[in-house]
């Protein structure tokens, strides 16, 4: 079957039923999206399906044919940071790091539908990826700092 990819189409000879998260750490090769629980409830494996955050250890491969996929790897790159990306490294975000790719792609969603959320819709959209190391004050300032970031851009 064929993926989409952060742009680039991919020949993946997998299973209709392989999770997503599988056919992309495992077959393609790309290890930003990280395992956490395998049931989408702790959000380690978020990723975006035509702009939507999505949990990729429960997204079936064979129900992607045309879809647009982007990974932690297509957000931004090391020399040009995606906002989301950059503001993290502001607000020193990170602390362990194993959830963060998924926690940055889902404020990537968020922000795409939601450019200036309130601390509620922050909280609201975050509420189901998890931080075993409480980060959670530190998220939701660095998506504020993106969200004007993206503004000041646009």
């Not at 940055?104 to 968020?110: K, T, V, Y």
Request: proline share 3%.
């Amino acid at each position: 079957m064929q993926l989409k990819i952060n742009g680039t189409v991919y020949e993946a000879d997998v299973e209709d039923d392989m999770p997503l998260l599988w056919v992309l750490r495992d077959v393609i090769g790309l290890k930003g999206t990280k395992y956490g629980c395998g049931v989408a409830a702790c959000g380690a494996c978020t990723v975006m399906v035509n702009g939507e955050a999505v949990r990729s250890c429960q997204t079936l491969a064979g129900d992607l044919a045309g879809a647009e996929i982007t990974t932690i790897e297509g957000l931004g790159s090391p020399e040009a940071l995606h906002a989301i990306q950059a503001a993290w490294v502001e607000h020193q975000v990170a602390q362990c790091g194993y959830c963060q790719s998924g926690q940055m792609m889902q404020a990537a969603s968020l922000l795409a539908v939601t450019p200036d959320p309130t601390d509620a819709e922050i909280d609201e959209a975050m509420e189901g990826n998890l931080c075993r190391c409480g980060t959670y004050p530190r998220i939701r300032a660095a998506i504020h700092a993106a969200a004007a970031s993206i503004q000041q851009e646009g």
